[in-house]
């Protein structure tokens, strides 16, 4: 799985691409994360030498609009980097009042993709062309708003890995199918915390796997 970040701000993903799973992944050559600047393909620069990917909007008020053309040229460079015309190519665009991103929707992407191109906007949004012009999927992880389609991108990066083969370990790959809980406890058996024992629950400590399964569905 290849992944295409258009992003103003490439250095954010540093930390978290080098770490752990998805470190490995990468370096491992399950996934890679390419990074195009929209700031790199506007040629005009204002009185200070600098290069506005964002412009006043016309509806009026505050904030500004991220400009339609830069994005939509760095979007066509990423698919021209694509040397296999073959590969399928989706490219998504993060608004918060789109269709929710699931787990599911990441195992489906994940086996009819061979591409994903992130648009991660900022200010106030994107020029609404982009979608139109691009026909992008557009997507949400959340009813609220944040600063930038960055950390949606680092999330949608992190659960569609999850489900490449070869990116998670053995023992990792029997969890991800097996029923989880949102209680989950390891040593020691007893916590002692202001004069207080908190103890495991005695089931998981049976050796019973059927009402442990069990256990852990009522759990959720």
Not at 26 to 42: G, W
């Amino acid at each position: 799985m290849r992944f295409h970040v258009i992003t103003i701000f490439p250095n954010i993903f540093d930390s978290y691409l080098n770490e752990s799973i998805i470190g490995r992944a990468i370096k491992n050559k399950h996934i890679s994360v390419v990074f195009y600047n929209p700031r790199d393909f506007i040629k005009d620069k204002n009185k200070n030498g600098y290069k506005p990917v964002d412009d006043k909007p016309y509806s009026g008020g505050p904030g500004m609009v991220m400009k339609a053309e830069p994005i939509i040229l760095a979007v066509e460079k990423a698919i021209s980097k694509i040397k296999n015309k073959k590969n399928k190519i989706l490219t998504i665009n993060f608004i918060p009042s789109a269709e929710k991103f699931t787990t599911d929707f990441a195992k489906t992407i994940s086996k009819k993709y061979t591409d994903i191109i992130f648009i991660c906007g900022r200010y106030e949004g994107i020029d609404a062309r982009v979608d139109k012009i691009l026909k992008t999927k557009k997507v949400s992880i959340g009813d609220y708003v944040l600063t930038g389609g960055e950390l949606p991108a680092m999330i949608l990066i992190d659960c569609i890995s999850r489900q490449i083969p070869g990116v998670l370990g053995k023992y990792e790959s029997l969890e991800e199918e097996r029923i989880s809980s949102s209680e989950v406890y390891t040593r020691p058996e007893a916590l002692k915390h202001k004069n207080k024992n908190y103890k495991v629950p005695e089931i998981l400590l049976s050796g019973n796997h059927k009402e442990i399964e069990a256990w852990k569905i009522k759990a959720n």
